[in-house]
């Protein structure tokens, strides 16, 4: 058993926020993501938020720290776009094994400096968890409508670069590889591949959690599986904890988390977006808001890990955190 499952029996563990939203409140330009290792790279960087491990790491690491002041358990890398397959946008594929060991480094850095400034603070209570994000290319879906049968990519392709992202992550020193925001499964299970194949090859095993992503009111993954298909064909990877993340908002949520409530054998994550977007693509729902809708999941016995994505903030990390604390975790075996 993982130190993080023994925790999960006993308490419901908050996962940090997001941290596009964070970097946006910076207001960085192109120079900011250039710094002056790139200052002369021939393609426009600007967006490219993993590179920031890199050329901001101070800006980083700031984030990390925050959501560990309001309350987090779990802090998550940098790295949601951080392997070859998504870099390459940017002409950056070769930088991909570097941009993740600097981001675990940032969240390193982070969680140290929280438990200098907060003593009392116990260092096995503070996860730091490689986020693997699913790729800008899918296996599951052609992007030629004239041809539906073609495939930008293939699946050692992907399970290669995943390879490559896991062997940083676990190389700089994260504890748990959440592979998250999953809208092609299979995407998800050349991950898992690379994941258990980087364990047989290094003689080492990490705890790996599962989030899928819900994308519409039918209840499917973008690639058009069912919430109750997609837990069964990721039990495989014997994951501590399978669960949805973006997308959706708390309340369009609420179904999808009790169904797999009631469906898996290991834990439970739930981290919705900060509600819907509005017509500038903004985010709206206050942390209390955030917060009052993960607690009623709580309650209800549904969850073990809690947290947020997009448009949610320190904010709402620590309304949540307050929510959920004196409410005991979902019951699962180990």
Not at 3 to 22: E, F, N, S
Request: proline share 5%.
């Amino acid at each position: 058993m993982f130190k993080i499952q023994q925790l999960l029996q006993r308490q419901i563990l908050v996962l940090d926020g997001a941290m596009g939203t964070m970097i946006q409140r910076y207001k960085l330009e192109e120079t900011d993501y250039r710094g002056s290792r790139f200052k002369e790279w021939h393609k426009d960087i600007k967006g490219n938020n993993d590179l920031l491990s890199i050329t901001r790491p101070d800006i980083i690491t700031d984030i990390h720290y925050q959501y560990l002041e309001a309350g987090a358990h779990i802090i998550e890398t940098n790295t949601f776009n951080a392997q070859r397959v998504s870099m390459a946008d940017y002409d950056m594929q070769e930088l991909a094994h570097e941009i993740n060991l600097a981001a675990v480094q940032c969240a390193v850095t982070a969680r140290k400096r929280f438990l200098e400034q907060h003593p009392g603070s116990a260092p096995d209570t503070i996860f730091i968890a490689g986020a693997i994000g699913p790729m800008n290319k899918t296996l599951s879906l052609s992007p030629d409508v004239n041809n539906p049968g073609y495939r930008a990519i293939t699946f050692d392709e992907v399970a290669e670069a995943y390879y490559e992202q896991i062997d940083a992550l676990v190389k700089g020193g994260v504890d748990i590889l959440l592979i998250e925001t999953i809208f092609d499964t299979l995407n998800a299970k050349a991950a898992v591949f690379a994941a258990r194949k980087y364990f047989e090859d290094h003689q080492t095993e990490l705890p790996i959690m599962i989030s899928g992503t819900i994308t519409d009111a039918s209840g499917r993954t973008l690639s058009g599986q069912v919430l109750e298909a997609f837990y069964i064909s990721m039990e495989h990877a014997r994951p501590i904890s399978i669960g949805f993340n973006c997308a959706l908002g708390g309340i369009e949520m609420k179904p999808h988390i009790q169904e797999i409530s009631d469906l898996a054998t290991c834990a439970v994550s739930a981290y919705p977006n900060a509600g819907l977007p509005n017509a500038l693509g903004a985010y709206d729902e206050t942390p209390e808001i955030t917060a009052g809708l993960i607690k009623e999941w709580a309650e209800k016995g549904w969850v073990n890990i809690v947290g947020g994505c997009c448009g949610t903030t320190p904010d709402h990390i620590r309304s949540i955190a307050a929510a959920v604390k004196a409410i005991p975790p979902r019951p699962f075996h180990v």
